[in-house]
């Protein structure tokens, strides 16, 4: 199917506008071997060409542009597995299929630009569920200023799914990924976590504001967005960069939706704050110089830091002064 256009008045002008009911629902875990073991074919698999700067294993890839890099990712939510279309406003869903794509280019230290919009859609109602997906997407691209260049439309016998492909640039020099971190970096997060499926995991606010801040002001060895939970993003990244990490656990800040949600989910508001994911704060590392930098004259900014990066791989934390080792946890794909 050929790309196509989408503006504000032509989706108005095709498709009736409604709001349905919100409701949160947590998805089911799943195995974590298929997204590891394909990732490692895919690498072996993959040619690596000139243009590509950064490739395979990051939040996005990085492509080599005239004067800046070009960063192109992609991410899909599917009915059933990360929303609930008959409580969760569709909206909101289109809302979020652009916004975690977004963060994905904040955790690389860029900006947005472009996005091309894939819907695959069930037979009934194709029509008027796309009309209601584009009202959230629209919002989405209004609000980071990002152009709809593209995308596709099919229906099958099947439930809602949304691919989008986010292209945004970075200077090379600004470029964070996963695995630049060194032994001794502070470990920071940009806010609260935890607790999500209370209703903000459908309206994630990705930090590119910030982003645009802290590259004027320190130097990011390695950065993540928090999709998956806390722990097991954080373990992600100091796997990429061959490092640890010791952690103050009373440090990590946790959202007031974990707390509330601790009330019934027979699981504390540490263990939301640890494991529950789609937070889509970034977790970044940088020198303990520049960590005290934003803490002494940048304490709006609102970062935590959370600890050190240390030799000894893992996640560790201090307990009657002995280390212990603490177990990443969060949705496996």
Excluded at 70 to 86: K, W, Y
Aim: hydrophobic share 40%; aromatic share 6%; charged share 20%.
């Amino acid at each position: 199917m050929p790309s196509f256009l989408v503006s504000t008045e032509n989706i108005q002008q095709y498709f009736p506008t409604c709001r349905l009911t919100t409701f949160s629902s947590i998805p089911q875990n799943k195995s974590a071997t298929l997204e590891l073991s394909f990732l490692a074919y895919l690498r072996g698999r993959c040619r690596s060409l000139p243009q590509v700067h950064l490739g395979i294993g990051d939040d996005a890839a990085a492509i080599r542009g005239s004067d800046r890099l070009q960063l192109s990712c992609t991410d899909q939510i599917i009915d059933g597995v990360d929303f609930i279309s008959a409580k969760h406003d569709l909206a909101d869903v289109g809302y979020k299929a652009v916004a975690i794509n977004v963060s994905d280019i904040a955790a690389m230290g860029g900006d947005p630009r472009t996005a091309l919009v894939t819907l695959t859609l069930p037979r009934t109602n194709a029509t008027q569920t796309a009309g209601h997906v584009y009202e959230g997407i629209l919002e989405a691209a209004a609000e980071y200023n990002l152009a709809i260049a593209g995308g596709d439309i099919s229906t099958y016998e099947g439930p809602l799914a949304i691919s989008v492909c986010m292209l945004g640039e970075v200077e090379e020099n600004h470029l964070w990924r996963r695995s630049g971190a060194k032994e001794g970096d502070a470990i920071l997060i940009t806010g609260p976590v935890g607790g999500s499926i209370s209703g903000r995991h459908l309206r994630p606010k990705p930090r590119i504001p910030l982003v645009k801040t802290l590259r004027s002001l320190v130097s990011v060895t390695a950065a993540i967005d928090i999709s998956d939970g806390l722990s097991l993003d954080l373990d992600r990244l100091c796997a990429a960069s061959g490092v640890g990490a010791e952690l103050e656990t009373e440090c990590i800040p946790i959202h007031s939706d974990a707390v509330a949600l601790s009330e019934t989910s027979g699981r504390s508001a540490f263990q939301h704050a640890w494991s529950d994911g789609e937070d889509f704060e970034l977790i970044l590392t940088m020198s303990q110089a520049d960590a005290d930098l934003l803490r002494q004259e940048h304490s709006h900014l609102g970062l935590h830091q959370i600890g050190k990066t240390v030799g000894r791989t893992g996640l560790w934390k201090k307990h009657e002064r002995k280390l212990e080792r603490l177990p990443p946890q969060g949705y496996m794909h």
